[in-house]
């Protein structure tokens, strides 16, 4: 016979976690909600995100630039420090990104 009282309290359990969990996510909604961002906040951010990335780009480029200019070889430097400016580029935003959301 005790077989159902366990049965009972396992249950019991899960719907407190479940409701504990519903809750949670009802107060993250409502606070979300109360602490609306302005289309302004969201431009900023997008452009943030596109000069984290562009301006290493760019800045790799010129060094690619100058080195080819300056010391020919069979290898374009542009091209390379291009790929590592994006890449550059890509964590920088990840960074500003992460940051952004940890503060909020």
């Keep these: 016979m005790d077989e159902p009282d366990d049965d009972r309290n396992n249950d ?3 719907w407190q976690t479940f409701h504990k969990q519903v809750e949670t996510k009802a107060d993250r909604k409502i606070q979300a909600r109360r602490e609306k961002k302005n289309i302004w906040f969201a431009i900023g ?3 943030m995100v596109g000069w984290s990335v ?3 780009a760019l800045l790799c480029i010129a ?3 100058w080195i080819d200019t300056r010391f020919p070889s069979r290898y374009s430097w542009t091209l390379m420090l291009l790929l590592v400016g994006i890449v550059l580029g890509c964590i920088n935003a990840w ?3 992460k940051k952004e959301s940890d503060r909020h």
Excluded: D, N
């Design 12 to 14: 019991r359990a899960i």
């Design 45 to 47: 951010m997008f452009g």
């Design 54 to 56: 562009t301006v290493p």
């Design 63 to 65: 060094l690619g630039v």
């Design 95 to 97: 960074y500003w990104i």
